[in-house]
């Protein structure tokens, strides 16, 4: 299953991936059903995730019914424990780029957010837009959340900068992105082009960089203040276990 997964995912393009999903997604759910894992997204609980992964592949890590991934499950345990996303009575703008399909749908039927979607090529985008160049207005949005987004974008300063005019003065954003810990600097290298050398040196074949530790100081150097969430430090051990969750993670939640 492992090889499997790591063909589709190397081989269709993400928007079909997007479109086929949501007809498998069911099936896959009734298959793994039992009691071993659980997805706290929607609370259903599987005898096992599944693979993931475009070089080396993690088992345990795709939630059948969701498919949601360790860090969709971290932010949605954050927002809901640490946060008021989900309980705020006073309405708020919110600005999603390249909407994961566990939140879409969910972050849709919020009656207390005015709620877009943004993206170039996702078909869940709701204003086709570069990251680089929104047509949104300065200080628009309450919350944005641009996840796994930033180390495909070569020119990742620009985006930044982008996130930071259209969030409100008080405003906060989650920017999560792949990140080695290990790094103290963060890598890249414009001159690697090919897919496969990408995906061996980027780990996947569209990143353009491998952020290290300076990621922080990056984004408070545009002007955010950056609150570093070592969230899975709060949870207990065996909900991280069962949850399936990268222990160590850290969330960028970052405020204007």
């Not at 259209?166 to 963060?186: C, E, W």
């Not at 061996?200 to 353009?208: P, T």
């Not at 993670?249 to 970052?254: D, K, L, T």
Request: charged letters at 30%; hydrophobic letters at 35%; a positive charge.
């Amino acid at each position: 299953m492992k090889k499997l997964f790591k063909f589709i995912l190397n081989t269709i393009p993400r928007p079909i991936l997007i479109r086929l999903s949501i007809v498998v997604r069911p099936i896959l759910a009734f298959a793994l059903k039992g009691n071993r894992f659980t997805d706290p997204i929607d609370g259903k609980s599987f005898r096992s995730f599944l693979p993931y992964g475009y070089g080396n592949q993690r088992n345990n890590v795709l939630s059948p019914s969701t498919l949601s991934l360790e860090r969709h499950r971290l932010l949605w345990l954050y927002l809901q424990n640490e946060t008021y996303f989900f309980t705020s009575k006073e309405k708020k703008k919110v600005l999603h780029f390249a909407p994961e399909q566990e939140f879409y749908k969910r972050f849709k039927k919020q009656t207390n957010i005015d709620y877009t979607t943004t993206d170039l090529l996702s078909p869940l985008a709701d204003v086709k837009a570069d990251i680089c160049d929104l047509p949104f207005e300065d200080n628009t949005y309450d919350i944005i959340f641009c996840n796994h987004v930033l180390e495909h974008i070569p020119d990742d300063t620009k985006a930044m900068q982008e996130l930071y005019r259209v969030l409100k003065p008080g405003g906060m954003g989650i920017f999560q992105i792949p990140q080695d810990l290990s790094r103290a600097t963060t890598f890249s290298d414009d001159t690697i082009v090919d897919q496969k050398e990408r995906a061996k040196i980027f780990g996947q074949y569209d990143h353009v960089r491998v952020y290290g530790r300076d990621y922080f100081d990056k984004l408070r150097s545009i002007g955010f203040r950056v609150v570093e969430e070592d969230y899975t430090a709060k949870i207990k051990p065996e909900l991280v276990e069962r949850y399936c969750l990268a222990k160590g993670e850290i969330i960028p939640v970052c405020f204007k």
